[in-house]
């Protein structure tokens, strides 16, 4: 039997939603019960009933004997892949950006924002007088700020820009990557 008062400890309704309480339980006018924060979606509420599994819960493949036909190895991208949404994908950079930052100074920090806030497809494009003249230092400054980026591994020169004519292209990461193009020489 399931008890209505709380999930038992090491159940899957206290292991994915504790603080969820099903709506089929409340009585009308009734408050939730102590313990409990909202009420359960119907996905956890199943769940907590018992009308599906934990693994149905998390979405574990169906046994093989159960489970649809598997599409072939070479197929394309999966369809039902859901596509970041680009605000959400920009934000995400961010956050990846801000969580394996190695100490950088504080001026690398903030170019590194700026050229993700440009960023369109992985690459963006700036020169360094630009920079220089947005955050108020000397071109020699950003220089040094750029190189620590590359340094860490958040910048790639794509091309480089000509003094006074073009700007310069780089491919910004969110985490660092490893030059591997330097270790191989």
Known sequence: MIST????PGSAWAKHCPTAYPWEWMKEGEALPDGFLRMATDRE????????????????????????????????????????????RKNLGYRQFIKS???????????????????????CRTSTRR???RFKVSTNTVTARLKELRT???LRRKRRGEM???????????TP?????????
């Open 5 to 8: 008062l709380c999930p038992k």
């Open 45 to 88: 509420a199943d769940l907590i009933v018992g009308r599906i599994t934990e693994g149905e819960f998390i979405g574990e493949p169906l046994p093989t004997s159960l489970s649809p036909a598997q599409p072939k190895q070479g197929a394309a991208r999966r369809k039902d892949r859901k596509l970041l949404h680009p605000v959400v």
């Open 101 to 123: 930052a190695t100490p950088c100074h504080p001026l690398a920090v903030a170019i590194w924002c700026w050229l993700w806030t440009c960023e369109r497809k992985g690459l």
């Open 131 to 133: 920079l220089a003249k």
């Open 152 to 154: 860490a591994g958040y």
């Open 164 to 174: 006074g004519k073009s700007a310069s292209v780089y491919r910004i990461f969110p």
């Open 177 to 185: 990557r490893l030059d591997t193009k330097r270790l191989n020489h």
